[in-house]
């Protein structure tokens, strides 16, 4: 406000600045505390049933995992119109549109593919929900009645929650995000070439997405069985 000149560009005070981020520096914590590999979320689809909330889970978590670890917002911002069945009963595809993602902007998204159960998750989820337009997760009254609104970004966090609980696993045990982490892990434990992961989960960073690559990569390590 008196128009003084900024403290911050003295060297003395850049160094002390350095120093102190240096000093204060922590490992981030990860976004989910373990990654969703296939082998945990077969324990949550199994907790899926027949009734209209278990199909839109089980289409919910397939859809999140198999198209690359798909983020909340994603998720829940997906409308009926942003899926094509043109293919399904013939090739047993779905295409997804995502219109607009955290590393994207508008119109640069490229299609989505499901394949195999989690297409048919999401065919069966939307046969039963009477899915004709508007968003394409909405949530399940009490009494197994399909309401019209959206699902909202906290309801896959409530879902997953509860879907571990069910399995058996501590609830803390992951969130969303270990739909992506998961994904991504097990395209790494699967020796699926990064790149064609990242196709799918369109990370913008390799280096982001190499991580989970590498934490792989160490734990297949020999060198790590040297001692027996």
């Known amino acids: ?9 003295v060297p003395q ?23 969703i ?16 909330r278990d199909c839109r889970d089980r289409a919910i978590l397939m859809l999140g995992w198999a198209s690359g670890g798909r983020r909340r917002s ?20 779905v295409w997804i549109s995502l219109l607009e993602t955290k590393t994207t ?3 640069d998204t490229p299609r989505l593919v499901l394949k195999g159960r989690a297409a048919q998750a999401l065919v069966h989820w939307i046969e039963v929900g009477q899915i004709e337009g508007g968003p394409l997760f909405r949530p399940v009254s009490k009494a197994d009645r399909v309401l019209k609104r959206r699902l909202s970004p906290d309801a896959i966090y409530q879902i997953v929650k509860y879907r571990l609980k069910l399995a058996g696993l501590p609830a803390g045990f992951a969130s969303p995000h270990g739909l992506r982490s998961g994904f991504l892990t097990q395209a790494a434990l699967d020796g699926a070439p990064i790149q064609a992961a990242m196709r ?18 160490i734990t297949e390590n020999p060198a790590t069985d040297l001692l027996g």
């Open 105 to 107: 902007q508008k119109g």
């Open 37 to 52: 590999t296939r082998d945990v979320l077969e324990q949550l689809l199994d907790t899926c049933r027949g009734s209209p």
């Open 1 to 9: 406000m008196k128009n003084l000149s900024s403290p911050f560009g």
């Open 200 to 217: 799918l989960s369109l990370h913008r960073s390799m280096a982001q997405a190499q991580k989970y690559y590498d934490d792989v990569d």
């Open 74 to 93: 994603e998720i829940t911002g997906l409308r009926r119109e942003d899926v094509s069945l043109k293919e399904f009963e013939e090739k047993g595809r």
């Open 13 to 35: 005070v850049k160094q002390a600045r350095s120093k102190a981020r240096r000093a204060a520096a922590r490992t981030p914590a990860p976004k989910s505390a373990h990654p």
